[in-house]
């Protein structure tokens, strides 16, 4: 997909990996809507704002109608709270799947027919390595990316034959607010992992693997699990 004159939507626009990626593709000529709930907050040159919350129907509909030049959809926006299954917060459980699982299918349905009317384009799912590795102490967060991830694999080929593609994107630790307390030599710089998303749909890949840790985890997936002291 030529990413010139792509007409994207980015939610969660306003900062870390988000604004990143709003950014670069404005530089590679991209008109971009910079999508989030306070809209206000987007302070990118080159952007439209544009007001959408993940969690609120009417706010994705609107978003849809008044975006109605799009092509490309890059679901974005996400929340980790720390919450553990058993132990946790369940609203926060929910909180987060509604953020990081609902959100993502509901735009992509908001926004399928909108891209397929248009000729066509791509979808990005920003998801993480967490998708396939479930520690404990972050349990709620790695089931709503690995539900992302399955709704990944399930509306590329769904949307195939409607001439979208779909890429997920996985990486480990960014050097965003969601990652503040990592060390920084284990984070890696959220405008890498922007060009890499974007060459990533520029050139169809199905995933994109932005990191080393992303890489191990992904190539783990055959291992038997671990087994835990009981």
Do not use: C
């Not at 907050?41 to 959408?52: A, E, K, Q, S």
């Amino acid at each position: 997909m030529e990413l010139k004159d792509t007409v994207a939507v980015v939610t969660g626009a306003n900062r870390g990996l988000g604004r990143h990626l709003a950014a670069q593709l404005v530089e590679r000529g991209a008109k971009v809507y910079a999508a989030a709930r306070r809209p206000e907050t987007v302070d990118l040159p080159g952007v439209t704002p544009l007001r959408l919350d993940v969690t609120d129907q009417e706010s994705i509909r609107e978003a849809a109608r008044i975006a109605s030049d799009a092509t490309l959809l890059i679901n974005n926006a996400g929340i980790s709270t720390g919450a553990t299954l058993v132990g946790g917060d369940l609203d926060e459980v929910r909180r987060e799947m509604e953020t990081n699982f609902f959100g993502p299918l509901a735009a992509t349905r908001a926004f399928a027919p909108v891209i397929e009317g248009n000729g066509g384009g791509a979808v990005l799912n920003v998801l993480s390595a967490l998708s396939w590795f479930h520690p404990a102490g972050l349990g709620s967060y790695a089931s709503s990316k690995a539900a992302a991830w399955a709704l990944s694999d399930a509306t590329r080929e769904e949307l195939a034959p409607r001439g979208i593609t779909v890429s997920a994107l996985h990486v480990g630790y960014m050097d965003t607010d969601m990652a503040a307390g990592v060390p920084a030599d284990q984070k890696v710089a959220a405008a890498d992992v922007a060009a890499q998303a974007l060459h990533g749909i520029e050139t169809g890949l199905p995933e994109i693997l932005a990191d080393e840790t992303s890489r191990y985890v992904k190539q783990s997936l055959s291992a038997a699990p671990q087994q835990t002291a009981g």
